[in-house]
C-alpha cells in the first residue's frame, strides 16, 4: 500500500466514525426536541406546554407525531452539518498523518534546506603539455580573498582591504555586490595577494571578519610568450560567454575560460568539474558552519603536437633573421610566422608567429591601457596568429603548383623552352611584362625556370590557360583550389583565414563600384601564375600545400595529439586525417615538380654545405608601395626521399625570400630532424627569387 492510499484509508475511517457520532447525536437531539414540545397529562390529552393556562385553547392533535417540517429538518440540516464536519476532520487528519510520519523526511529537507547554503568551488583547469610530456601550460597556486556579499556594506572593511591590496574602494564593492554566481557565492575580492597582505589579515581577524583567504589556481606559462599564438591565453570568463554557455559545461562568473589557441579550443576538457561546499546559515544568510565539502574535479590534459624545443629554436631564427633584416636596409622587417608539419600525419610541431605576446598577462586580466596598448596600429598586431591568419601574395612559392598545372593541362612539357629577355609581351606589346631579372635568363627549360624563378617562363603558362579560357574560365583556378588555396586548412584551432584564388566573378564583385577595374584582363592570368596580384595565401596553407607535393596528399594540420584523463590514460586521440576533396595530377608530372624542387634547393645560396636532403621554393611577395619593402617567403620539405617534415616561413618587408626566410626554414629541419646546425650569417646570402 502507497503513502497516498494509506491516507486516503487513514481519512475514510476518521470520517466513518465522526460521521457515525453526528448521527447518534442528532437521534438523541431529535427526541430531546419531542419531548420538549408536548406535556402529557394523566387525565386528558396532551396539551401545548404554553397554552396551559387557558382551556380554549386546547386543541388535541390528531397523532403525537409532531407536524411535518418541524423536528424532521432540524435532524435532516444535522446530519448534513455533521458530515461536513467529519469530512474536515477527515482530511485534516489524513494530512496530519501525512506530514508527521509518511512525508516526514521530505519536509524534514526542506526545512533544513531554510538554514543550509550550498556554493560551489573552483576546479583546477587541465594542463597543456608537448608531445614530449614538456609543461607548455600549467596551474599554481593564487592565494586569493573571498568574502560575502553583505560585506558590500562595512565601509570601514573596504577601505582597509584597499589600503591592503592597493584596489580602489569602489572596485572592492562592486566584487562584493556581483551576485551573478548566486546570492550566497562567494565573492572574488583579489587574487594574487602577497603573502604579507594574508599574515596582516590572519593577525587581525576582527579587523577583517567575514574576509577569507583561500588557495586557488591560475595559469602559468612557463616558457612566457613562446607558442603564444599555438596555445592562445585564459581569462575571466565574459558575460556574453556566461549567457552563451557551452554544452555539458555549468559556468560561473568567476570562471577562467579559454580566449584563443588550444586553451579555447580544447576548452570542454580543460575545464574542470566544480565541487561545492554546503554551510549552515543563520535566517540573516550569515554562516555559522561548513557541513559538507564535496572537492572539485579537475580537468583534463592536452598533449600538444608542438615540440617546445623546436618551437624555441623556430622562435629564435625569426628573431635572428629580423635583426639580419635590419642590419641589411629592411628595418620594418618585424613580422612573419614559421610552421613545421609533419607530412605523413599533419601534427604541426611549430606554430611560431611575431610580434608575439604573454599568456601569462592575462591571468588577473588586463588593464585598458595595456590592451590599448597591444592593440593599436603601432604595436604590430601581436595577437594576430599570422602562421594561420596572415594572408600574403604567394609569390614565386606558388609557381611549384602554377607549373603543376600546367604540366596536367598539357600546356607545358619538360622540352618546352622559353626564351627570357627580361621584357614579355605576349599579350600584346601595348602591354609588356618583365621578368624580376631585368637582363632576362635566356633560354629556360622548366627546370632552370624553377631553380632561377624565371617570371617569363610562367607568362607563358598564363598565356596557355588565356587561349583556353573559352574550355573553362577558371581553369587554373579550380585546379590550385584543389591544393587547398582558397580555402581553409581546418587546423584545430580559431582565427584562420581562407586566403584568396581570384577569378573573374570576384574581381568584379570586389569592385562592384569600379566596373573598369572589375574587369578581368589578360594580365590577370600573369599575375595569377607567380603568386602576385589578388593572390593571398597563409603559412599553414603553403605547409599543407608543399606536404601535398611531397606526399601525394593534402593532410589536415592538427594541434591535438591526445587527451589525458586524470589517471593518466588516454581518453582522445588526435587523428590523421586527409582534405575531403585531394587534387588531381598524373605520377609523372608531381615527380617532374619534385625533382625540380630539388633542383631548386640545391641551388639556393641557403642550402649549401648541408646534410639536409631538401627540396623547396623561394619567393618574394611584391607589395606595390612604396612605403613598403616587398615580402619573403620559403617553403620546403625534407628528406627529399622519405619526406618527414615542410616548413615554410614567410616574414614581412624582408625583401625577399632567400636571404632571409631560407636559413630559418634550413635551421628548423636540422633541428626536426637532429642534425647540427652551426649559425648562418644571413646577411652575406645572395637575394634571388
Same mark, same amino acid.
Given at each position: 500500500m502507497n503513502d497516498l492510499?494509506?491516507?486516503?484509508?487513514?481519512?475514510?475511517?476518521?470520517?466513518?466514525?465522526?460521521?457515525?457520532?453526528?448521527?447518534?447525536v442528532s437521534r438523541v437531539h431529535a427526541s430531546h426536541t419531542v419531548k420538549r414540545g408536548l406535556v402529557v397529562k394523566k387525565d386528558g390529552p396532551a396539551a401545548p406546554l404554553l397554552h396551559a393556562e387557558t382551556d380554549d385553547s386546547v386543541k388535541p392533535h390528531k397523532s403525537e407525531t409532531p407536524p411535518s417540517g418541524k423536528a424532521g429538518d432540524g435532524r435532516g440540516r444535522t446530519f448534513v452539518f455533521g458530515a461536513v464536519i467529519g469530512g474536515i476532520f477527515g482530511v485534516l487528519t489524513a494530512k496530519l498523518w501525512s506530514l508527521q510520519l509518511i512525508?516526514?523526511?521530505?519536509?524534514?529537507?526542506?526545512?533544513?534546506?531554510?538554514?543550509?547554503?550550498?556554493?560551489?568551488?573552483?576546479?583546477?583547469?587541465?594542463?597543456?603539455?608537448?608531445?614530449?610530456?614538456k609543461e607548455l601550460v600549467r596551474n599554481r597556486a593564487s592565494l586569493t580573498l573571498l568574502g560575502a556579499g553583505e560585506l558590500s556594506d562595512n565601509r570601514n572593511l573596504i577601505h582597509r582591504l584597499s589600503l591592503l591590496t592597493g584596489i580602489p574602494k569602489?572596485?572592492?564593492?562592486?566584487?562584493?555586490?556581483?551576485?551573478?554566481?548566486?546570492?550566497?557565492a562567494d565573492r572574488i575580492i583579489a587574487s594574487d595577494v602577497s603573502l604579507k597582505a594574508v599574515s596582516f589579515i590572519s593577525e587581525h581577524p576582527t579587523l577583517f571578519d567575514g574576509v577569507t583567504v583561500e588557495s586557488r589556481t591560475v595559469r602559468e606559462y612557463p616558457y612566457g610568450s613562446m607558442a603564444a599564438h599555438a596555445l592562445g591565453y585564459a581569462g575571466t570568463i565574459s558575460e556574453?560567454?556566461?549567457?552563451?554557455?557551452?554544452?555539458?559545461?555549468?559556468?560561473?562568473?568567476?570562471?577562467?575560460?579559454?580566449?584563443?589557441?588550444?586553451?579555447?579550443?580544447?576548452?570542454?576538457?580543460?575545464?574542470?568539474?566544480?565541487?561545492?561546499?554546503?554551510?549552515?546559515v543563520d535566517s540573516s544568510g550569515t554562516r555559522e558552519a561548513l557541513l559538507d565539502e564535496v572537492p572539485p574535479q579537475p580537468g583534463s590534459d592536452v598533449v600538444a603536437t608542438l615540440d617546445a624545443d623546436v618551437q624555441q629554436a623556430a622562435e629564435w631564427a625569426l628573431n635572428e633573421a629580423f635583426a639580419s633584416c635590419a642590419r641589411s636596409q629592411h628595418p620594418n622587417a618585424n613580422a612573419g610566422a614559421v610552421v613545421a608539419m609533419d607530412v605523413t600525419n599533419g601534427e604541426i610541431l611549430v606554430l611560431a608567429s611575431a610580434p608575439t605576446f604573454s599568456p601569462g598577462q592575462f591571468v588577473n586580466g588586463i588593464s585598458a591601457d595595456l590592451w590599448e596598448s597591444m592593440t593599436s596600429e603601432d604595436s604590430g598586431y601581436p595577437f594576430t596568429n599570422r602562421a594561420i591568419a596572415g594572408q600574403y601574395?604567394?609569390?614565386?612559392?606558388?609557381?611549384?603548383?602554377?607549373?603543376?598545372?600546367?604540366?596536367?593541362?598539357?600546356?607545358?612539357?619538360?622540352?618546352?623552352?622559353?626564351?627570357?629577355?627580361?621584357?614579355?609581351?605576349?599579350?600584346?606589346?601595348?602591354?609588356?611584362?618583365?621578368?624580376?631579372?631585368?637582363?632576362?635568363?635566356?633560354?629556360?627549360?622548366?627546370?632552370?625556370?624553377?631553380?632561377v624563378s624565371c617570371d617569363i617562363y610562367f607568362y607563358e603558362v598564363a598565356r596557355g590557360f588565356?587561349?583556353?579560357?573559352?574550355?573553362?574560365?577558371?581553369?587554373?583556378?579550380?585546379?590550385?583550389?584543389?591544393?587547398?588555396?582558397?580555402?581553409?586548412?581546418?587546423?584545430?584551432?580559431?582565427?584562420?583565414?581562407?586566403?584568396?584564388?581570384p577569378t573573374?566573378?570576384?574581381?568584379?564583385?570586389?569592385?562592384?563600384?569600379?566596373?573598369?577595374?572589375?574587369?578581368?584582363?589578360?594580365?590577370?592570368?600573369?599575375?595569377?601564375?607567380?603568386?602576385?596580384?589578388?593572390?593571398?595565401?597563409?603559412?599553414?596553407?603553403?605547409?599543407?600545400?608543399? /606536404?601535398?607535393?611531397? @606526399? #601525394? &596528399?593534402? +593532410? $589536415?594540420?592538427?594541434?591535438?595529439?591526445?587527451?589525458?584523463?586524470?589517471?593518466? /590514460?588516454?581518453?582522445? @586521440? #588526435? &587523428?590523421? +586525417? $586527409?582534405?575531403?576533396?585531394?587534387?588531381?595530377?598524373?605520377?609523372?608530372?608531381?615527380?617532374?615538380?619534385?625533382?625540380?624542387?630539388?633542383?631548386?634547393?640545391?641551388?639556393?645560396?641557403?642550402?649549401?654545405?648541408?646534410?639536409?636532403?631538401?627540396?623547396?621554393?623561394?619567393?618574394?611577395?611584391?607589395?606595390?608601395?612604396?612605403?613598403?619593402?616587398?615580402?619573403?617567403?620559403?617553403?620546403?620539405?625534407?628528406?627529399?626521399?622519405?619526406?618527414?617534415?615542410?616548413?615554410?616561413?614567410?616574414?614581412?618587408?624582408?625583401?625577399?625570400?632567400t636571404a632571409f626566410c631560407a636559413p630559418v626554414v634550413r635551421y628548423v629541419l636540422a633541428k626536426l630532424l637532429g642534425i647540427q646546425e652551426e649559425k648562418i650569417d644571413l646577411v652575406e646570402l645572395p637575394e634571388d627569387h
Open positions: 492510499t494509506y491516507a486516503l484509508v487513514m481519512g475514510m475511517v476518521v470520517f466513518i466514525i465522526v460521521l457515525a457520532a453526528v448521527l447518534i512525508n516526514h523526511s521530505y519536509y524534514q529537507d526542506l526545512a533544513e534546506q531554510n538554514f543550509t547554503a550550498t556554493t560551489s568551488t573552483v576546479a583546477p583547469r587541465g594542463r597543456i603539455l608537448d608531445r614530449n610530456g569602489s572596485v572592492l564593492r562592486a566584487r562584493l555586490l556581483d551576485e551573478t554566481a548566486g546570492a550566497q556574453s560567454e556566461l549567457a552563451a554557455g557551452a554544452e555539458g559545461i555549468t559556468y560561473e562568473s568567476d570562471d577562467v575560460v579559454g580566449k584563443s589557441g588550444i586553451e579555447q579550443a580544447y576548452e570542454s576538457v580543460l575545464q574542470g568539474i566544480r565541487g561545492s561546499k554546503t554551510y549552515k601574395p604567394a609569390a614565386s612559392t606558388f609557381k611549384t603548383f602554377t607549373g603543376l598545372a600546367g604540366l596536367q593541362f598539357g600546356i607545358i612539357d619538360t622540352s618546352t623552352i622559353v626564351d627570357c629577355t627580361g621584357v614579355w609581351t605576349g599579350f600584346g606589346d601595348a602591354y609588356p611584362q618583365k621578368c624580376w631579372l631585368k637582363t632576362g635568363h635566356g633560354n629556360v627549360d622548366l627546370k632552370t625556370a624553377y631553380s588565356y587561349r583556353r579560357a573559352d574550355e573553362n574560365p577558371t581553369m587554373l583556378q579550380d585546379y590550385l583550389m584543389t591544393w587547398g588555396f582558397g580555402s581553409k586548412t581546418g587546423i584545430d584551432i580559431g582565427g584562420e583565414t581562407a586566403g584568396r584564388i573573374p566573378e570576384w574581381k568584379k564583385e570586389y569592385n562592384w563600384d569600379n566596373p573598369e577595374a572589375g574587369q578581368w584582363y589578360p594580365g590577370d592570368y600573369s599575375n595569377l601564375i607567380i603568386g602576385q596580384g589578388d593572390v593571398l595565401v597563409t603559412p599553414i596553407q603553403e605547409a599543407m600545400a608543399f /606536404g601535398g607535393i611531397a @606526399t #601525394g &596528399k593534402l +593532410r $589536415v594540420p592538427h594541434l591535438l595529439k591526445e587527451v589525458r584523463n586524470s589517471t593518466g /590514460g588516454t581518453a582522445i @586521440t #588526435g &587523428k590523421d +586525417r $586527409v582534405q575531403d576533396s585531394q587534387p588531381d595530377y598524373e605520377q609523372a608530372n608531381i615527380d617532374i615538380v619534385r625533382a625540380d624542387l630539388r633542383n631548386a634547393n640545391i641551388d639556393s645560396a641557403a642550402f649549401q654545405d648541408t646534410l639536409l636532403q631538401a627540396a623547396g621554393k623561394s619567393g618574394t611577395g611584391e607589395t606595390g608601395r612604396a612605403d613598403k619593402d616587398d615580402y619573403g617567403w620559403y617553403t620546403a620539405y625534407a628528406p627529399y626521399d622519405n619526406p618527414k617534415y615542410c616548413v615554410s616561413c614567410c616574414i614581412e618587408q624582408a625583401g625577399g625570400g
